[in-house]
């Protein structure tokens, strides 16, 4: 039985091991240019994807570090995002060492959109966004927001009295991925 499950994997790897080898040489056969040409052609397609979503106004920015007002960065957890969705954006800090206004561990803001403008960058490799917003709890505030790619975004909060707070992470369209929410005040 051993014999026979050995024979199996080796088959496997006779028939694996050349098809790899195939497909690294098909790359390898690719002229400078040629490779040069399909990366453009892959960004070209990724940013149309982008520019759908940001005007869709259904976008999310998963952040990956955190920024304050003097530039120190800091490694984000789980649920630190930033949420545009139809009139309705939600920003959210959360920890995972304490309690927090959002009761997990962080500030939950939500806020209502009142002006949104995008502008693209004329080599049309980064989009901006200006978002005017207002809420509740927290006031009116703007939101700024580079995207250079999917993996690529910085979103930038000013609000009232000076406070600022940066998300950097990934753009991922609604719906791709679940984030928890916490509380926060109501509109």
Partial sequence: MKKLKNLAVLGLL???????????????????ADRKELKQLE????????????????????????????????????NNFVSIEGDRVVMQT???????????GGVTFVGRILDYKVNESKNGNNLFVTIQTSSVGYGNGTIFISIRGKENAVARF???WGRSLAFSGDVERHGGSFKYKGMSVPM
């Fill in 94 to 104: 959360a920890s995972p060492y304490g309690i927090g206004y959002n009761g997990i």
């Fill in 43 to 78: 960004r070209d397609q990724e940013m149309t994807e982008l520019k759908e979503v940001v005007n869709e106004r259904s976008f999310l920015i998963d952040a990956d570090f955190l920024l304050d007002r003097q530039s120190r960065q800091y490694m984000a957890t789980a």
């Fill in 158 to 160: 000013y609000g009232p």
């Fill in 14 to 32: 006779i028939l694996v091991v050349p098809a790899y080898s195939q497909t690294a040489d098909d790359n390898e056969k690719l002229s400078k």
